[in-house]
């Protein structure tokens, strides 16, 4: 009786045996190196870390699945979650239909598997959880604490935005602005800490500094609880959690095989309650638990990774043969990584730089014609001018001379016949002298007339070589002390902004988007400081992200003194001027076109003023 009893718990002792060996080490590798994968392709742009720059090409108006901060200087796509802030933010009363559709789309294909696999935060939360410190276990607390990230939606994703969107017309991304981990390490650490946004640390006050605090505490707090912030405050998780129940890939129980042991939840590092609920990021680990081989990744009806040994375990031929095809995915994704990193690095700055300098060979062209154009226009002018001039001075000698003509014929006929030889030899002295004091007068004339066309052509000579002259005498470039390079565009309601059409002036540029608070804080003085000053051009440049939006969040404002521009891929005024992705920023002109003034900082209308004294 003894050894029965003894036999059935050795039976039930392997029922519950954890499974080991290389199935486990397999699972575990390609987890890490899937999530290694999607932190390098959402940051294929790895010159971005060499010269500071966000990437702002067309893919930024895609969302990766993942949590990666738009503004990191590798991103190539956004961030859903900021994404989402922003359409609730200019959606008004119309809902977002986009933004939920990408949310949904994502949330039915994977779900919560975006947590365990495709998400760069979650890969740095578990690397800091391997740190040698105690660790704390999950219990009916941490349980009750991951219903957290749900208020953070709520209030911080949904609440917040549409409330500043609606009541007073800012940009507002609650959670981005207030609590993002990702958006302080991977935006503001990865821009501020290349020197080309050196000017950029006006921005580091009591916000970031709180922020700062905040990313510290979580990134401790991971080093003692597994996934501090995916557990507790990510509302991207929270989202992704309410699909769970239906999406495609899952983690999945077979209920003919599962022995209702419970292990795998016990042993689970999330705080499910059971597997695949909202809490489950399909991480694989409860494979690890389960003796009976109850346990898949699958996709729909395609298992993805299934039970390699032990009870039930597949066959040779089918764990053969799925590994064959995950070879054949991995050649396909390692491709694609490659031509990514090739692209954002290599041809696609290429091609705008060959863009760039069509751009500018054309700019150069039509400043030519149109300089052409004004000198002709101007020496037809003044060769008008000196026409008139001369006929003017010429017309009191015509006059002189009829008179003259008549008062010596009176003479002539009312003298003696006696002195009419004497006469008639006064009469040719008379006429001679008249007609050559005409001469005189035609010949001065024509002179004044060739040196005032002469002048004219100098003068608006002058004007057409002054770009050239005065890169010739400084530095052309976008530092103080350059000749900010010559461009063109076309203004929001008409018209075209030339700016060597403004030499002589003080120029200000300033370089915004709707998405940046401050910048809309500051537009208002603009307009103020055009009215006071009309003789100011200021021209307001928005960047070329998002710039769809612009007109319409114009439209209302009144602001009819300023003029207003839209970047774009085509135009690529900001990379141009070197513009910064860290807004707003304005540059200031003299009236000789060189650059007093550009920093990446807000300005009151007081030191708006100072710097236009300053151009002065």
């Not at 959690?241 to 077979?254: C, I, M, P, Q, Y």
């Not at 770009?467 to 000749?483: E, M, P, R, Y």
């Amino acid at each position: 009786m003894k050894e029965e009893l003894g036999t059935d718990m050795e039976k039930d002792a392997k029922r519950t045996e954890p499974i080991t060996g290389s199935g486990k080490k397999h699972r575990s590798y390609t987890r890490r190196l899937v999530q290694l994968y999607a932190a390098l392709l959402y940051n294929a742009n790895l010159k971005g870390f060499i010269d500071g720059h966000i990437y702002s090409g067309s893919l930024k108006s895609v969302c990766v699945p993942g949590f990666n901060c738009y503004s990191c200087p590798g991103a190539i796509a956004s961030c859903p979650l900021g994404s989402l802030q922003n359409a609730l933010n200019a959606s008004g009363h119309t809902a977002p239909w986009y933004m939920l559709g990408i949310l949904a789309l994502f949330g039915v294909v994977l779900g919560r598997t975006v947590c365990g696999w495709l998400c760069p935060l979650g890969l740095i939360q578990e690397l800091l959880h391997k740190l040698p410190v105690p660790k704390i276990k999950k219990s009916v607390w941490t349980r009750r604490l991951s219903y957290l990230k749900y208020v953070l939606l709520v209030v911080f994703v949904i609440a917040i935005p549409i409330w500043f969107g609606i009541n007073k017309g800012l940009p507002y991304p609650g959670f981005c602005k207030f609590i993002c981990p990702a958006g302080t390490l991977e935006g503001a650490v990865g821009l501020l800490q290349n020197e080309a946004n050196a000017t950029s640390f006006y921005q580091l006050k009591i916000l970031f500094t709180r922020k700062w605090v905040i990313m510290l505490v979580i990134g401790l707090a991971c080093a003692f609880c597994y996934r501090t912030f995916c557990r507790f405050l990510c509302p991207l998780g929270a989202i992704y959690g309410f699909f769970n129940r239906f999406a495609l890939t899952l983690v999945k129980v077979d209920p003919d095989r599962c022995n209702g042991c419970g292990l795998c939840v016990r042993r689970c590092q999330m705080d499910v309650k059971h597997v695949g609920d909202h809490e489950c990021i399909s991480c694989g680990k409860c494979m690890e638990s389960c003796a009976q081989g109850a346990i898949s990744i699958k996709a729909g009806s395609i298992t993805l990774a299934g039970p390699v040994s032990g009870k039930n375990a597949d066959p040779e031929p089918v764990i053969q043969r799925r590994r064959k095809i995950g070879r054949i995915i991995w050649g396909a994704a390692i491709a694609v990584l490659l031509f990514a990193l090739v692209w954002f690095n290599w041809i696609e700055p290429s091609r705008e730089k060959a863009g760039q300098v069509k751009q500018e060979e054309n700019q150069t062209a039509a400043s030519g014609t149109r300089q052409t154009e004004n000198a002709a226009s101007a020496i037809e002018t003044d060769s008008e001018s000196e026409m008139k001039d001369s006929s003017a001075q010429a017309f009191p000698v015509k006059q002189e001379e009829n008179q003259a003509a008549a008062s010596g014929t009176r003479q002539t006929e009312n003298a003696a016949s006696a002195i009419e030889t004497d006469s008639e030899g006064a009469s040719q002295d008379s006429s001679a002298k008249a007609d050559s004091k005409s001469e005189e007068q035609e010949s001065s004339a024509l002179d004044d007339s060739q040196a005032g066309e002469e002048a004219a052509i100098h003068t608006t000579g002058a004007a057409a070589d002054r770009l050239t002259d005065q890169a010739a005498s400084g530095k052309t470039g976008t530092k103080v002390g350059d000749i900010l390079p010559d461009f063109q565009t076309d203004l929001l309601g008409g018209g075209e902004f030339h700016l060597a059409d403004y030499r002589g002036q003080v120029v200000i540029l300033n370089f915004w988007a709707i998405t940046c608070a401050p910048c809309i804080e500051e537009l208002p003085y603009y307009e103020e400081l055009k009215e006071e000053q009309p003789e100011v051009e200021i021209l307001a440049i928005h960047h070329r992200v998002g710039a769809k939006k612009a007109e319409d969040f114009l439209a209302d404002k009144g602001w009819d003194h300023l003029d207003f521009a839209l970047d774009s891929k085509e135009k690529g005024i900001y990379t141009l001027l070197e513009a910064s992705d860290a807004l707003p920023q304005t540059i200031v002109l003299d009236k000789d076109g060189r650059v007093i003034y550009n920093a990446q900082t807000p300005l009151t209308l007081e030191q708006l003023k100072e710097l236009v004294k300053q151009g002065l």
